[in-house]
């Protein structure tokens, strides 16, 4: 989702990407969601980005903002369960604040960061809770602080991963208040929340992929 | 996992299309997206709408005819459905008078049911029904979970909407049966999700997971099993606790509804054991049972394990479970 | 083992209790020893008895009540009942028109139901249900088994015996109703017997045993697990080869009543995919499935596995089927 | 049930080395007809001889014949299963032919073979449908000949004790035509059949019995 502002990349070309680089942590996605909740995370997640796989190809013709709409309904229609509302949210109000005219790291910045927040909102949650919001959230200020430093996209993009790992990782020790795991108490610490981890997988893959295209 | 099943990916598919052939007087079952209807829709009753996570048969699509549900959305496995499967059963339905939906309260269906409610133009209430005991309602939780009690809201809110009742009303009684009703689950295995292949959870074969939620998520504790009599008496005593705390008020002249639901791979035979425990300890309190159910209702795939649930019975929530319903999984008086 | 179980000796005394409490209004059971019967009696119609081992429930006990059973005398956990149940049972109440056993064809069954009926003064006659296709009958076996086929003679003669009919009349219609079903089961894991404490039979985790009797006892032939549909198919072309061996008549305009029965363990929702699946099969085959019953029914304790019952519809049975019955565990028309 | 001609041992006296006999062989009894059968064999004859024990004082004062119709009736309405009916059905018409004032072996093999001879025709069933028959038919055979021959009460149990354990042994190459067993055709074969099993077991303690006695 990190684009460079001069000749944005089309948001699709990291579909297949991110879709090979969850499928490598399935293992791990998966047993996070079976130790602390209903085990069906990775499955949900899967199942959402194979659809927007599918419509790659309208997806090519559309200017980013409609991307991440059309990305965001489909989200919404087939993921289903807790995260499925939460990441069409994120994609349906981001599309709102995307200027496809001016997408300057400013303006990427301010939709991410009105993402995540409809993300809250949806959600009723906030940092701390052991959510995808604990990885989220960070890099939302990170890239804003980013956008303020003008920072290198390569740069920040090497920060992102290194925030967005450091976060996910965080969670471990975190008590659950939201989700399915609440009714875990104590027993869920030491296991890292796995919309958390999905979430820092699609971020380090994106990044890498912005790193390796330069 | 051993299981009669195709291929993962349409099990849900092949399923409801044998419950529409079992049932093709009672319901139709709609594909892409899924949504289970009643053959003959009344769109001017207040339409009962409920779904949630396939897996918990007969729970919710078995509980679609006259006195019960007009309309089921099954998510996959485990997962809430998807807002569009909800706009577009109401959308088929056309009601006249309103949508009621009666949503477990699990952040999964609560957001999905949400989402369809800001979408749609039709006026429409909800219900999060929340009788799980085992996790204690605080500030670092979201509230606790639907489980069995759910069955129970929809059954005499089915029947009271079948009335002619409003939207406000039946969403009153539904509000208020939810409030009377308290379940705990113990669970003696866990689940296998066909699409994952393996055992939710595990747990040590002298272990039972005391408090579990209907999906295998944990309850309150891993303990060892014990004597049934042990195990239902801190079921029990979980359930007074939670009426306790929530000001629900029991006396000498209370009377039950009992519901003790199996979770899918739990005999008949241990159930109604369960029952019997209950039975008497309810009469050493002595409180009385006024109605049972006994049978798996409100299931987790093919967990061993059992809940069970208590409705505290006035003279309204009384009339409305007698009332006649005709669905694939509770019928009587038709 | 992991069961809700107080001790293995009083499991069935207390599994009937928790059936007593749940359905007082139905039944009553009786102990030392052990029958149920209708709570209200009637000793002019034929009192139709049945009975065997426990662990099958809701056979035969579930099916107590108004169109369906007068008596049913439950023996320990897949043992047959003893010959002092019956003559107790019968002895209570006191028919004036003669007792009807139905008896699954097992030898221990056999044997206790007739000594039984040598030992009692009022007239009787017996069906003894052999449904099960997956033993082939020959000189070297004893006759086929009674399973899942077993609950549809109990419904279409207890709605006979209901409507007045002789004890001739009734015995009949029940050999009639018997030789028209033709069932088989699969299972997918081994049932425990409480008292046992072990799994009756190990079975590897890829494999099936098809054709397995509902006390685990082997059956055709221990094979690899593939697709439902594959599996399902080959139990409808066992019923089917059943059918033809014993001259039973099946035509384009054939209508059947089909019965898929969970053993004990498996999910609502597998059985509903069954359910499809053999819709699917007959459908090619231009046969038509006029009635249906998806659910647990005849099971084998915690079994996963099913079995697929084919009856060929004919106007009475189909009469007798459709009327209206009260039992714990099946109920329809009150 | 091998008696001493000239002073009748009490039937009574051997139910509890028979109890005892059959719990040692409580592993190999149940896991034979958990192999061939529904694995319930142990427990139906546990609960017949334990609720025999529980009349033992009753039957002490009773004469032998209907000490046996005492354990037929008891075993009728305790065991059920086919064993029930079966070794019932032995009992019963055992004590029909025995006679309490004249117990000479004669007598009690002829009483002992018609009690053979019910179960037979309870059972439908003969020698070589791999069943208790193939137990105590040869065993019935072999007395009837000792009375023939005045063969030694103690010479006489020595060779039961060796006859029934080859004769258990012999079903296991039988297919089984009778009982649960019948649908497993050739998959039976290799197992003993567990009411062979048990016949033998109680059989031999018998004998033993009768010899350290004396
Ligand atoms: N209220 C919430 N706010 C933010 N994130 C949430 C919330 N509830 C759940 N999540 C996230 O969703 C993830 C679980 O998603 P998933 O397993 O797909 O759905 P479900 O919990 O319904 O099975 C959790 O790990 C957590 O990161
Ligand atoms: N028809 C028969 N004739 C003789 N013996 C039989 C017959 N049927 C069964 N048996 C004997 O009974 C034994 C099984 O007894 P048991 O396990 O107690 O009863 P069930 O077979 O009803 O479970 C078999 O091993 C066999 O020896
Ligand atoms: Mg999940
Ligand atoms: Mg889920
Ligand atoms: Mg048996
Ligand atoms: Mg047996």
Known sequence: MLIRMSNPISFSSFISPTLQAISIHENEIESLDRAIGDGDHFINLKRGVTAIQSITHELDSLPNSQQAKSIGMKLLSSVGGASGPLFASFFLEFSKHYNDENSTLENFCQAFTEGVDAIKRRGKSDVGEKTMLDVLVPVAELIKLASLNKLDIIELSQQVITKSIECAESTKSMLPTKGRSTGLGDRAIGHMDPGAKSCQVIICEICNQIISRG | ?334
């Not at chain 2, 996992?1 to 849900?12: E, R, S, T, V, W």
């Not at chain 2, 048969?57 to 099954?74: N, V």
Request: aromatic residues 6%; contains cysteine.
């Open chain 2, 1 to 334: 996992m051993k299981k009669f099943i195709n291929h993962a990916d349409d099990f849900l598919e092949q399923s409801l299309s044998g419950l529409q052939s079992a049932h093709p007087e009672l319901l139709q079952v709609h594909k892409d997206p899924f949504f289970v209807t009643r053959k003959n829709i009344n769109p001017h009753k207040v339409q009962i709408i409920s779904g949630g996570g396939s897996g918990h048969e007969p729970l919710h699509t078995g509980f679609i005819g006259h006195g019960m549900l007009d309309i089921a959305c099954p998510g996959h496995i485990f997962t809430s459905p998807t807002p569009d499967q909800m706009i577009a059963a109401i959308d088929y339905c056309q009601p006249k008078n309103g949508v009621l939906m009666i949503v477990k309260n699990y952040s999964g269906d609560v957001m999905n049911f949400e989402m369809a409610s800001e979408m749609i133009d039709t006026k429409n209430a909800t219900i999060l029904t929340n009788d799980d005991a085992a996790v204690i309602n605080s500030s670092y939780t979201e509230g606790k979970r639907g489980v069995a009690g759910t069955l129970i809201v929809e059954k005499v809110v089915g029947s009271l909407a079948e009335s002619g009742a409003s939207l406000e009303e039946c969403q009153q009684f539904g509000l208020h049966a939810n409030n009377l009703c308290s379940s705990i689950g113990v669970a003696l295995t866990s689940c296998t999700i066909p699409a994952a292949g393996k055992p939710t959870f595990d747990i040590e074969n002298d272990q039972i997971e005391f408090g579990v939620g209907i999906h295998g998520e944990p309850g309150r504790r891993r303990e060892a099993i014990r004597e049934a009599n042990l195990i239902v008496s801190d079921m029990v005593e979980a359930i007074f606790q939670d009426f306790r705390e929530r000001d629900v008020k029991i006396g000498g002249n209370s009377e039950f509804l009992v519901v003790v639901n199996g979770f899918g791979a739990t005999p008949l035979s241990e159930l109604y054991l369960i029952f019997n425990s209950v039975t008497n300890i309810l009469n050493e309190k002595q409180l009385n049972i006024g109605r049972s159910l006994v049978g798996n209702f409100t299931t987790a795939l093919d967990m061993a394990g059992a809940s069970v649930t208590l409705c505290l019975l006035d003279d309204a929530i009384r009339k409305h479970w007698d009332s006649s319903v005709y669905t694939p999984s509770l019928r009587w008086g038709i």
